[in-house]
């Protein structure tokens, strides 16, 4: 891509993708806690100490971002979903970090 082609619609998706799993990860750790019959505390403290945990919340909060993908293709936003998938990559190098060479 390039940058002469870089739309408002762009950063939005950007700003959509890189925000979208940072709100659900309470969400996935609560779901996480009701169904493995933790309380909420032990799980979130779980993932403020250890990567390993927190780079596998991480990556399914990141699913969040499919839906908001999916609904910009449908309707033919295609500048929104490319900036969802560049927000999507933004967590990409922490993830491949901590569960492959550290």
Excluded at 12 to 34: A, D, H, N, Q, Y
Excluded at 37 to 64: G, L, P
Excluded at 72 to 89: D, H, P, Q, S, W
Excluded at 91 to 99: E, Q, T
């Amino acid at each position: 891509m390039n940058l002469r082609n870089w739309t408002a619609a762009h950063t939005k998706g950007l700003i959509l993708g890189v925000i979208s799993p940072v709100v659900f990860i309470p969400i996935v750790i609560f779901l996480l806690c009701w169904i493995q019959n933790f309380q909420f505390q032990q799980m979130w403290h779980m993932f403020t100490i250890d990567s390993v945990v927190r780079s596998k919340i991480i990556s399914i909060a990141i699913i969040s971002n499919l839906a908001w993908f999916y609904g910009f293709l449908n309707r033919e936003k295609y500048g929104l979903a490319m900036g969802v998938i560049l927000g999507t990559i933004c967590f990409l190098p922490y993830i491949i970090y901590v569960n492959f060479i550290r």
